[in-house]
């Protein structure tokens, strides 16, 4: 399914980098094309996996995503760093929760943010 996220990316004219996630979460790094807006990526990337998703009957019961993204921005010397770091989602998040890694990324980042309505509840 990673793949096919990476691929749908790419349809927008920008190009992955690498797409990896846990159960609870996708981290997709990319070179953004300068003429796509980072909303229609992830319109195209959200809408179009989840009809891969349903299509493919996937999971049991019905795949949605949850409304909203992130979208952090980082320079060329990151790009290694960043990297590794969504290649080791799977070990980081046996250390920390996604909303632990999500708070401490805006805070690191002076974001500020409510926490009280930032997550909805996993079904």
Not at 98 to 112: G, S, V
């Amino acid at each position: 399914m990673l793949g096919v996220i990476g691929q749908l990316i790419n349809e927008t004219g920008c190009r992955t980098i690498i797409v990896n996630g846990v159960e609870d979460q996708i981290h997709c790094f990319f070179g953004l094309n300068p003429s796509v807006f980072i909303s229609e990526v992830m319109q195209v990337a959200k809408g179009k996996s989840c009809k891969y998703i349903n299509d493919h009957q996937l999971p049991p019961n019905r795949f949605e995503w949850q409304d909203g993204y992130s979208a952090f921005f980082y320079s060329h010397s990151h790009i290694e760093k960043v990297y590794h770091y969504i290649e080791n989602q799977e070990e980081r998040h046996h250390k920390d929760t996604f909303k632990e890694e999500y708070k401490n990324m805006l805070t690191k980042y002076a974001i500020p943010y409510d926490g009280r309505s930032m997550f909805d509840p996993l079904i």
